[in-house]
């Protein structure tokens, strides 16, 4: 081991993500846990300051001095609505750490925390890194969107469960709201031209066919279905969201306006009804070159520590594609995997977050020499 990550202190590390995945957070509600971490980082000499992002919300943000920021260890505070409020905390078998956020990403962000702490008590306040823990991921990036304006961050780390595999490519991501809308009648006059629900039925199955056809490299989920509940009538309404992720090389402007071509051909075939489509987000994926100094350098000690240096794209959204598009070049880069993350039996191996701390800790270490 070397001298940078005996700095970790397993027993804190440990005790910290307990308390994190005790604390529920989900996003807009992030201020428990950003009270607790504020005066965790307080206590331990740490420079902390609070970003505002919105009245009652912040990023907890700790610059170097001069604010010569090399690198920033970032992660997302927030989670998702708890599947069971009754059992949505920390719980542990051996080396298993379960509960709501366990994988995404309260273990990477008590990872960071850790390894910061031990950066500072080693080198003191001379460590050319910031620390960044962020709210709003989950929903609209609103945290990552207000980091990224008020500092400049050339590379940044961020601890999202790639399962410590380094994710130097990231995919793109589009957010669709498709709805159709039409006069509301009486059930019994219901026909298949007339009924809204059936229009979105149609749209869905074109859209499906087209990426399954055209586009099978492309990831969607039809996130959400919903239309009016009204009893014995035709709906007026139907709308659905689309998730779309796309490896970082696919061509999103021509997806874009081949769905659009979708929606305008079938309107055109039912003027009756009014079909639309809104891109609610449009983010580009992007890819890292190797030859640069931080991923020569995370090259170089996967090699020393004998861990597989496996890149592969992060094939989903995150702040990542917020940042890259602010001009910060994003390394994901964490504990835990992302077929447990947003799961009913979230978990994260304990050895992994350890694990990621020393590798924070270890290249800052490095990238300071």
Known sequence: MTEAA?????????????????IYSPSG????????LYAYLKR???????QPVDECRYNLVVVPPGDDIRLALIG????????????????????????LGAADMKGGCAAIVEAYLSLRRKAGSHVPVALALVVGEEEDGDGAERLSRAFHLPWAIIAEPTDL????????????????RGPRLHASLA?????PVQSMLSLLLRISRYLEKERPEAVYN?????????????PDWCEAWIDIHLPPRVPIGEI????????????????QLEATLRFTNIHTGYELPDKELVIEALHDLYGKKSLPWEPEPFCSHSDANLLWASGVKPILLGPGTLDKAHAPDESVSFHQVKAAAEVYCELVTSLAT
Not at 166 to 179: A, N, R, T, V
Not at 222 to 234: K, Y
């Open 29 to 36: 509600k992030e201020e428990e846990i950003l009270a607790y």
């Open 44 to 50: 331990h000499g740490l420079p902390v300051i609070r």
């Open 76 to 99: 997302h505070l927030d989670t998702v609505v708890a599947y069971d409020f009754d059992h949505y905390g920390c719980e542990e078998q051996g080396d298993l750490i379960q509960g």
């Open 6 to 22: 005996s700095c970790i202190q397993p027993n804190r590390l440990r005790r910290l993500l307990r308390r994190l995945i005790d």
């Open 191 to 195: 026909n298949r031209r007339q009924n």
């Open 222 to 234: 039809i996130r959400d279905l919903l239309s009016t509940r009204a009893g014995f009538v035709v």
């Open 165 to 180: 595999r380094p994710c130097l490519s990231h995919y793109g991501y589009l957010e669709i709201q498709l709805s159709s």
């Open 256 to 271: 874009t306006q081949y769905l659009e071509g979708i929606v305008s051909h079938a309107q055109k075939e039912n003027p």
